[in-house]
């Protein structure tokens, strides 16, 4: 990292966590199959866990059995280094668990329908306010504002789609935010509108979406607290252990510190402060201020190294950039939600700052902007360990893929994406036809490029499960089993490569070489799966359990057999 972040973070790089989290001296011994991750440890037969460290491998550990406070005999199963989540929203995640449960939703009656329920429920709710309904519930992901009057005709409703680039409100909603017919179009993003040239009830992207979104009440830290720790309750049973939280707003920032001093944060997050195109001059130093407050009284669990940047919108919206017209819209290449420069210009000043850049890039001219970006960057500044991400890297101009290894830039997939579901078969393929949906996710390529990979959910826009993932990307299959021969079978990846981007790869994005393998003196942050994944067929990968998920050595998830 940079000089100027790293003196900010001396202090609590030399924190060891175990010491954060009550000093704990007792002994795990795990005896079975253990998958160090390290070319030198490979796979081995047993580890040892002493102050939240990994103490020994093989043998060595195996000797310790009898003095160990606790030994696990893991059977059929597997212990590994726990998953990391290089992207995702844990706090929205946390929160979806507040407002009606409409993700699982599998038509737009049963969307109205939850949300009558829940608003019954709640008479006292000013506002009825959930997330990740399916776009492709609806011809064009378009929403009309009456289905939610018929069910919620006096209250606002609004919801986020899944993807968190579109809202579906009610018309109570459009009124308290004032958009009529006569309401333009903002610079970023638009409304979608009746033949007669009123509101429908879908706002696209940022600032439409926001004209509602800014009417709702903000939650108060108590609330937002509690959804930090329903997040880190939900990532403990999936066996995660970090998360890079990739939207993070002002007023998130002091949540995630209360989480920290109170114990409700229980995995490691770094927080990905969002630079904001129209005012991002005017965020330099507060986000340096973010970062030394969280560096000070966020303890170990807890940094703020990241700017995060939205290169782009969502091909099923017809908001990603792209190079060159939508099959469905000759008219259009998309919405850019930065102008090529502005983005190369902001990423260098924050470079310049010591923060690492983790830009959302889509489409293919919103992926070249990025890495014209981080190329910028790398041109005007002086050298250092910068790790830029861009991430999900959908779809990739061809001319493009060289330039990712040769600017070091970490590809942070959200894999289970890769697969021909109804938002891709419905939506996406449509809107770019069948030769651009062909080079989308091209995890395959740049992995035999030597381009690291990161794994993601982007959770709660997808399930934060990595297991789920990881099966599509060695398979490119549906759950179902679709297509039978892979969807572009050419970018799977080997169920080691997979596996090392869940991981190793997930550390190396967070800066945590110490974390990037089992090795002695690793901090013990550990998964214990029923079985391989290795060993089981590709299509039942999900189906393989977590039976426990130690931080730093102390349990954060035990399943029914774990001990």
Not at 131 to 136: H, L
Not at 179 to 186: E, Y
Not at 518 to 532: C, E, F, I, N, T
């Amino acid at each position: 990292m940079s000089d100027s972040e790293s003196s900010e973070n001396s202090e609590s790089s030399e924190s060891s966590v175990h010491a954060a989290m009550e000093a704990r001296t007792e002994t795990w011994v795990f005896l079975g199959a253990v998958r160090t991750g390290t070319a030198r440890y490979g796979d081995t037969t047993a580890l040892a866990v002493r102050d939240g460290r990994v103490l020994a491998l093989g043998e060595e550990a195996r000797a310790l059995s009898e003095e160990a406070d606790h030994v696990v005999e893991l059977g059929d199963g597997l212990l590994m280094a726990a998953f990391g989540d290089g992207h995702a929203h844990p706090l929205f995640g946390g929160l979806e668990s507040f407002g009606p449960r409409i993700k699982e939703a599998a038509s737009v009656e049963a969307v109205v329908s939850e949300v009558g329920r829940w608003a019954r429920e709640h008479p006292d709710a000013e506002w009825v306010v959930g997330a990740s309904y399916d776009p492709a519930l609806a011809p064009g992901g378009a929403f009309d504002a009456r289905w939610l009057d018929a069910v919620v005709p006096d209250r606002p409703v609004v919801l986020r789609a899944h993807d968190y680039h579109t809202v579906w409100c009610n018309s109570e909603a459009l009124r308290r935010a004032g958009v009529s017919g006569a309401t333009r179009d903002p610079r970023v993003g638009w409304i979608e509108r009746r033949a007669d040239g009123s509101p429908l009830g879908t706002l696209r992207e940022w600032h439409a979406c926001d004209l509602v979104l800014d009417q709702v009440p903000a939650r108060s830290e108590d609330q937002l607290v509690e959804a930090l720790r329903r997040a880190g309750a939900a990532y403990a049973r999936a066996g995660l252990t970090w998360v890079q939280d990739a939207w993070v707003e002002p007023d998130m920032v002091p949540a995630y510190l209360a989480a920290a001093r109170d114990g409700a944060l229980t995995l490691r997050v770094d927080l990905a402060q969002r630079a904001d195109p129209d005012r991002w001059r005017e965020q330099l130093e507060p986000f340096t201020q973010t970062r030394r407050r969280v560096t000070q009284e966020g303890g170990p669990l807890l940094s703020a190294r990241t700017v995060k940047y939205f290169s782009d919108g969502v091909i099923e919206g017809g908001t990603a950039a792209l190079l060159s017209p939508y099959e469905d819209a000759p008219h259009s290449c998309g919405m850019p939600v930065w102008e090529p420069d502005a983005l190369a210009e902001a990423v260098r000043a924050f470079d310049a700052a010591g923060f690492q850049t983790h830009v959302h890039a889509i489409g293919d001219a919103g992926v070249r902007a990025a890495l014209d970006a981080v190329e910028s960057a790398v041109r005007a500044g002086p050298a250092w360990d910068r790790r830029p991400v861009i991430t999900h890297v959908q779809l990739v101009d061809p001319a493009d893929l060289p330039r990712f290894a040769a600017l070091g830039v970490i590809a942070n997939f959200e894999p289970l994406w890769a697969q021909l579901d109804p938002l891709q078969t419905e939506l996406s393929v449509p809107r770019i036809g069948a030769a651009r949906a062909a080079l989308q996710y091209p995890m395959g390529d740049l992995a035999r490029d030597g381009v690291r990979l990161s794994f993601g959910s982007d959770w709660p826009v997808s399930s934060h499960v990595p297991l789920e993932g990881i099966q599509v990307a060695v398979t490119r299959r549906t759950f179902e089993g679709e297509p039978e021969a892979g969807w572009t079978p050419h970018q799977r990846l080997t169920m080691e490569q997979a596996l090392t981007a869940a991981t190793s790869g997930v550390a190396h994005q967070a800066g945590a070489d110490d974390r990037t393998g089992l090795a002695p003196g690793a901090p013990a942050d550990l998964v214990r799966l029923s079985a391989d994944p290795r060993a089981v067929d590709p299509m039942a990968v999900r189906d393989v359990r977590v039976l426990g998920t130690w931080l730093a050595g102390r349990v954060t998830y035990a399943g029914q057999t774990a001990p």
